[in-house]
């Protein structure tokens, strides 16, 4: 296991149609977390876990997002009813604790037409 | 709120000349860490170097090196004899409290 991994690298849909992305993280990591990065922006951090238990959720971007983790190894985040406006790249990232630095993966890029 | 900012939006230079990248960042807390990423063309970002609230010390690793300014709440970053290579976005960011918050990068290019 040499870093975070992320599937798909690429997502072309259409609007209103649902979308799941996958990370696995550094596998002895135990906090995951997920930001969106828009053209010229910085990562925006969306939400992580620490192990299985997902810790924050209130910068989800609307209630159409959520993100699962279920037995505290690799995570998926799912965009329901997908608008044009979802179109971004998904990061994931890991670390072993808090305060540690995170790693990222290679991302997701999502298109929405 | 926790805020950082990067106010170079794009710095171009000249092989072998050394560039200082700013950042400054806002936090009402005593405690956080502070960290540097570059985001090759390749899209992939790299982590580069963290530092706590509580050490000032700057630090060299080869042609990088960092001074943290607590008393500007600055954070910069020098490459020294930049090469093509390190071409690439570069971002700050602050993490206190379960928050990561990202400057907006500063995208740098050297040419040969």
């Known amino acids: 296991d040499t870093g975070v991994s992320q599937d798909p690298r690429h997502k072309i849909t259409k609007r209103g149609q649902n979308v799941t992305f996958r990370c696995d993280p550094i596998?002895?990591?135990?906090?995951l977390y997920w930001y969106r990065q828009t053209l010229g922006q910085g990562p925006e951090f969306l939400t992580y876990f620490q192990n299985e238990a997902q810790l924050e959720k209130s910068r989800l971007l609307s209630d159409r997002f959520s993100a699962e983790r279920p037995k505290g190894s690799f995570s998926t985040l799912e965009i329901q009813r997908t608008e044009q406006g979802d179109s971004a790249m998904y990061l994931c990232?890991?670390?072993?604790?808090?305060?540690?630095?995170?790693?990222f993966g290679p991302g997701t890029r999502l298109t929405v037409t | 709120a926790q805020k950082v900012t990067q106010a170079q939006t794009e710095i171009s230079v000249v092989e072998k000349e050394d560039v200082t990248l700013d950042c400054v960042y806002e936090t009402r807390d005593t405690t956080y860490y502070l960290f540097w990423y570059k985001q090759p063309p390749s899209g992939e970002l790299v982590f580069l170097i963290r530092?706590?609230?509580?050490?000032?010390q700057n630090e060299i690793s080869g042609r990088y090196s960092w001074n943290f300014q607590k008393s500007t709440s600055s954070f910069n970053f020098t490459i020294t004899a930049s090469q093509v290579v390190d071409s690439a976005v570069y971002f700050c960011?602050?993490?206190?409290?379960?928050?990561?918050?990202f400057g907006a990068g500063t995208r740098l290019t050297v040419k040969p």
């Open positions: 990232a890991s670390s072993f604790e808090q305060y540690y630095e995170q790693y």
């Open positions: 960011a602050l993490y206190n409290n379960n928050d990561m918050r």
């Open positions: 596998s002895e990591h135990n906090r």
């Open positions: 530092r706590n609230s509580f050490d000032e």
